[in-house]
């Protein structure tokens, strides 16, 4: 069992940025997949990015609409993942939640129907 807290949104202007914390309990917080996902009012949970770590080390994923804007991160350490955003737009507007799952393969880590855990969501507001 695995039990996500996020953190760290608010309201932000057009171009400034955000870091989302999630916290994992559990002790095996490195063999699971992270990802961070966002749903927009009247839109379905979209993908943002993730991350997982197997044989060739740490690998990170993103949506084509962050690549270049955000970057998640994970210190195995403290049981955290971060999304970092930058020049965030208004578009950007949304509920971010926090997901992890184990066995997670490139093909499923964009899924949000593949996760079994999930954090509670925090709110980012971009203004124009």
């Known amino acids: 069992q695995v039990q996500l807290v996020e953190s760290g949104g608010g309201l932000v202007q057009a171009g400034g940025s955000l870091r989302l914390s999630c916290a994992a309990s559990?002790?095996?917080?490195?063999?699971?997949?992270m990802g961070w996902f966002r749903q927009a009012p009247g839109k379905e949970r979209e993908f943002v990015a993730a991350?997982?770590?197997?044989?060739?080390?740490?690998?990170?994923y993103y949506a084509d609409s962050v690549k270049g804007r955000f970057t998640i991160s994970r210190d195995n350490a403290k049981n955290m993942v971060y999304l970092q955003m930058n020049s965030l737009k208004p578009e950007d507007t949304a509920v971010y939640y926090c997901?992890?799952?184990?066995?997670?393969?490139?093909?499923?880590?964009?899924?949000?129907?593949?996760?079994?855990?999930w954090g509670q969501g925090t709110q980012v507001t971009v203004s124009h």
């Open positions: 997901a992890a799952d184990w066995g997670m393969t490139t093909a499923t880590m964009t899924r949000a129907d593949e996760y079994d855990y």
């Open positions: 559990g002790r095996t917080f490195s063999a699971y997949a």
């Open positions: 991350t997982n770590i197997n044989w060739s080390g740490a690998n990170t």
